[in-house]
C-alpha cells in the first residue's frame, strides 16, 4: 500500500485563515482520500471547525501556535518574529523535519518565500528559487515562471529555472520531454537582453535530454499555450500574471453588462447560458490556484491569500501532486545535466 502523502497547512495565512483552510482540507481530502494533514495555527479557532468534519478530523494533526504572520508582515520582520514560532514557519518546518512531504500556506509571498529559503535552504547549484504558476490557455494548460520571487536574472538562472519548469511540467501534464520557451520581446534570436539572447544559446546548444527548448515566445504565446513551460525573470513574469488576471475580469465585467443591457440581450444571455457557463468554468482563478516555490529543498506551495474553499484546495491538489509524483527527486535528476552547473 502507497505512503500517504501529508501536507502542512498554515491555517492561519491568507485573508480568511481557518475558515477557507478547513473546508478547502475537506475538499481536498473528498479528492484524494490517502491524504493527511499538519494543521498548524490557533487551536481554539481550529478545532470547532474540524468537530464539524469528522471524516478530516480522523487524519488530522493540530500543531498549535499563537503566532500569525500579518499579510503586510515585512519579510525581515517575519523572520524575525516568527522564526520557530509562527504557524507559517512550523508549516515549512515540518517539511524540513520530515513530519509532511509538502507545506501550503495562503499567507504574505514574501514573508513565505523569506521563510522557505531560510528554513529548507536551496538546492545546489540553485542560487535563487522561482515561484511557478499554472496558466490556462487555449490548448489546456502551461506553466509559467518565474511570477514574483526574484527580480531580475542571468542567463545562469534562466538556465535553471527552464529546467526546473520542466521538471514540474514532467509531473503535472505527463510528459517525457516538455517543450521550454523563453519569454522575450521577439522571437529571432538577435533580439532581447543578453541574459535572453545567452540563456537561449546554452539551451540550445545543450540540447538537452529531458526538454524541448522551443527558442523565444512572445506575450501572446501565453494565452496560446505554445510551449509547455515559458521561463521569465520575477519581474516581468508578475506583471504579465497579474495583466492576466485583470484582464480576465474585465472581460467577465464586459459581459455581464453586455448581458443584461436589453431584453434580447438578457433573452439570448438564456440561450446561451451554458456556453458562458463553461467560459466562467475555464477563466476560474481557483481552478489553477498554487504557485509551486521550485529550487527549495523540499515542496512549498503558495495559495493565493484572499482565495475561498475551493480555490485553496486546488493549492492541496498542487502540493499533493508534487509530493506524490516526487517533483524534487525529477528537480535532482534533471539537474544533473545542468550545463550551467557542469561549468561551474
Known sequence: MPKPVRISLDAMGGDHGPSVVVPGAVLALERHPGIRFLMVGNEAL???????????????????????????????????????????????????????????????????MATAKVCLKTMAHIE???????????????????????????????????????AMARIVFDLERPTVGLLNVGTEEIKGIEAVKEAGRILREANLPNL??????????????TVDVVVTEGFSGNIALKTAEGTAKQIG???????????????????????????????????????VFLGLEGVVVKSHGGTDALGFASAI????????????????????????????
Request: charged letters at 25%; proline letters at 4%.
Open 212 to 225: 524541448a527548448y522551443h527558442g523565444f515566445v512572445e506575450g501572446d504565446d501565453l494565452g496560446k499555450g
Open 253 to 291: 465585467e464586459y459581459l455581464r453588462a453586455a448581458m443584461s443591457r436589453t431584453i434580447m440581450a438578457k433573452i439570448g444571455y438564456l440561450f446561451a447560458k451554458q456556453a458562458f457557463d463553461a467560459l466562467r468554468d475555464k477563466m476560474d482563478p481557483r481552478k489553477v490556484n498554487g504557485g
Open 317 to 344: 491538489d498542487v502540493a499533493y501532486d508534487m509530493a506524490h509524483f516526487e517533483l524534487m527527486k525529477t528537480i535532482r535528476v534533471m539537474l544533473d545535466h545542468d550545463p550551467v552547473a557542469q561549468q561551474a
Open 128 to 166: 535563487r528559487p522561482a515561484i511557478a504558476a499554472m496558466w490556462p490557455t487555449l490548448r489546456g494548460e502551461s506553466i509559467v515562471l518565474d511570477v514574483g520571487a526574484t527580480i531580475g536574472a542571468d542567463a545562469g538562472h534562466l538556465v535553471d529555472m527552464a529546467i526546473m519548469g520542466a
Open 46 to 112: 481550529i478545532n470547532p471547525l474540524l468537530a464539524q468534519h469528522p471524516k478530516l478530523k480522523e487524519v488530522t494533526e493540530v500543531l498549535h501556535t499563537d503566532l500569525a504572520i500579518s499579510m503586510d508582515e515585512k519579510p525581515s520582520q517575519a523572520i524575525r518574529m516568527g522564526r520557530g514560532k509562527s504557524s507559517m514557519w512550523r508549516a515549512v518546518q515540518a517539511v524540513k523535519d520530515g513530519q509532511a512531504d509538502a507545506a501550503v500556506s495562503a499567507g504574505n509571498t514574501g514573508a513565505l
